[in-house]
């Protein structure tokens, strides 16, 4: 089944059905949230090189850099880098987050950023919503910085590399590490089909022994259910034991097929693949823009 065929009917009738007449963890999901008030910038010109913000995110990393707070470019935007695409996230050191809004809140740079409220569109397994936004001064260019911890990501400059525009990236191996031990099926199978790394590769460059962090999965829930409400319980990470080699090898094996990639999506959509239900993948598309466009279970089952 294709993405066009995945769409389903209009959002309307997504927001006005009755809701007792849907699985009952359907029916609790969070209502669209009204955007009427939310800062809109339609006189912004294009960020640079057509739109995809380059220099406006080195601009962000040199600031911080240059304050001594260590960054890198994160979450879409280093997929991005490794062939796939989507928006642009900053991570910085958990502890470190907090200074670094300050410093970009600051009066020095008053005439350079504006800090926008959290995006109010909960995605799952996501903090996202959590996150002050800040945008470029009359340029469309927006931004969050991540903690760390939030995706995993080990802070310490030796495993960051450059990009020829000198963005701070992770390096390839400890990007799909992090997605190993988050059992992160999108991301894992975004930078799979970007990068065409394969299963030799990982074997020979990422630490396959043992199980994915399921303690760092237990954490994250917490405070998704502490930001969301029990509402949102469909976008908990996954928590299973699951062995990290027998992931790498089933994504590795599987990529591209029967499954959705950044690849076969447009730029602006949001794919929520691999949610895990009774012990069975059940793959389920959740293609969001400015809303939920469509919610999609696939008709096939895997067993990992």
Not at 45 to 68: C, M, N, P
Not at 88 to 104: G, Y
Request: contains cysteine; charged residues 25%.
């Amino acid at each position: 089944m294709s993405v066009a065929d995945a769409r389903g009917p209009p959002l309307s009738v997504w927001q006005d059905i009755d809701r007792s007449t849907l699985p009952e963890f359907l029916r609790d999901l969070p209502p669209r949230p009204d955007m009427s008030q939310y800062p809109t910038f339609p006189d912004d010109k294009l960020a640079s090189f057509g739109g995809h913000g380059t220099i406006e995110a080195r601009q962000v990393t040199l600031i911080l850099e240059d304050a001594g707070i260590p960054c890198c470019v994160c979450g879409v935007g280093a997929l991005m880098y490794y062939g796939a695409g989507r928006d642009w996230e900053i991570c910085v050191p958990s502890e470190l987050k907090e200074r670094a809004e300050v410093l970009l809140k600051s009066d020095e740079y008053t005439d350079v950023y504006i800090s926008l409220p959290p995006w109010p569109y909960l995605e799952p397994g996501s903090l996202s919503h959590t996150y002050t936004r800040f945008k470029s001064t009359g340029v469309s260019f927006y931004f969050v910085l991540v903690p760390s911890k939030d995706i995993h990501l080990p802070r310490k400059p030796q495993n960051f590399q450059r990009s020829h525009h000198d963005l701070p990236y992770p390096k390839l191996n400890v990007l799909i590490q992090s997605f190993l031990e988050t059992n992160d099926h999108v991301s894992l199978a975004d930078v799979i089909d970007g990068s065409d790394v394969s299963e030799v590769w990982g074997v020979k460059n990422l630490d396959l022994e043992g199980e994915v962090d399921l303690e760092w999965a237990e954490w994250k829930n917490r405070l998704i259910l502490e930001h969301a409400g029990r509402a949102f319980v469909l976008g908990l990470v996954p928590i299973r034991h699951v062995e990290k080699l027998e992931l790498w090898q089933f994504m590795v094996r599987n990529n591209g097929e029967g499954g959705l990639s950044l690849r076969s999506c447009s730029p602006r959509a949001f794919d929520y693949t691999a949610t895990l239900l009774h012990g069975w993948r059940r793959e389920i598309v959740a293609r969001m823009s400015n809303s939920y466009r469509a919610v999609f279970a696939s008709d096939q089952w895997r067993r990992i």
